[in-house]
């Protein structure tokens, strides 16, 4: 759980911030339209300080346990921490009251518990509802054709605010087509709901170390980045 030098870091940093400026352009996009989210699951709360000390959007936590550890630990108490993986439902008391994001809202049942979680902690939880854009067995999130329920049900929910989709890419190095086909897909089916029920999802969550550049190009406003920042585990 050991970090990097934060000169190291920055010099990551640079070269990451040079990939979203490169795929931004060759978009049309202005850079400041993406933010970079630093993954630090497995690394040290040193970690988290280092993302907000270079002004990045937050640090993402894949499992609550860990995050709850190092939140309780963390010097910095302005830290935004985001859950970006898997949350089982009876973990959903706990997400609810630590985290500024849940975006791995998948299901209606995962929705609905939050939503009685917020309420009980006096406050609105802003979520992101993962989507399984590129139909890949081995990750979880929504099918496209379920997405409409279940963002209906969770606009239903008084103490969620969504904000946007969410989905992570199979797993293809040979062959780039299918995370932009992936990210596309994302891009239009958020584009699909927000015209269906009328209201602003704005907040594309998709990229990450490996397939950010595809990601930004296809509409990405959240680059999820780990290994890019921080190493290899």
Not at 28 to 35: A, D, E, K, L, W
Not at 70 to 91: F, M, Y
Not at 109 to 129: F, H, M, N
Not at 202 to 228: F, I, Q, W
Request: aromatic share 4%; with cysteine; glycine share 6%.
């Amino acid at each position: 759980m050991d970090c990097i030098p934060y000169e190291e870091f920055l010099a990551n940093l640079a070269r990451v911030r040079a990939r979203v400026a490169a795929a931004c352009a060759d978009a049309g996009r202005p850079v400041v339209s993406v933010r970079i989210l630093a993954v630090t699951k497995t690394h040290s709360v040193e970690a988290a300080l280092y993302a907000m000390r270079a002004g990045l959007a937050g640090a993402g936590e894949n499992r609550v346990q860990e995050a709850l550890e190092k939140i309780a630990t963390c010097p910095d108490k302005t830290v935004r921490w985001e859950l970006i993986g898997h949350l089982q439902s009876n973990k959903a008391n706990k997400a609810a009251a630590a985290f500024a994001r849940v975006q791995s809202v998948d299901r209606i049942e995962l929705a609905q518990k939050l939503d009685r979680a917020a309420a009980v902690a006096g406050r609105i939880l802003p979520v992101l509802l993962q989507i399984n854009a590129g139909d890949d067995p081995a990750k979880f999130g929504a099918n496209c054709a379920d997405a409409p329920a279940l963002l209906e049900a969770a606009l239903k929910c008084p103490a969620l605010k969504v904000e946007g989709l969410m989905t992570i890419a199979p797993l293809a190095p040979e062959n780039p087509d299918v995370a932009k086909k992936c990210f596309a897909r994302l891009r239009e089916t958020r584009d699909a709901l927000a015209k269906q029920f009328k209201v602003p999802l704005p907040e594309l969550s998709m990229g990450m170390t490996d397939d950010l550049d595809a990601a930004v190009k296809e509409g990405s406003t959240l680059v999820r980045v780990g290994t890019a920042l921080f190493g290899r585990r």
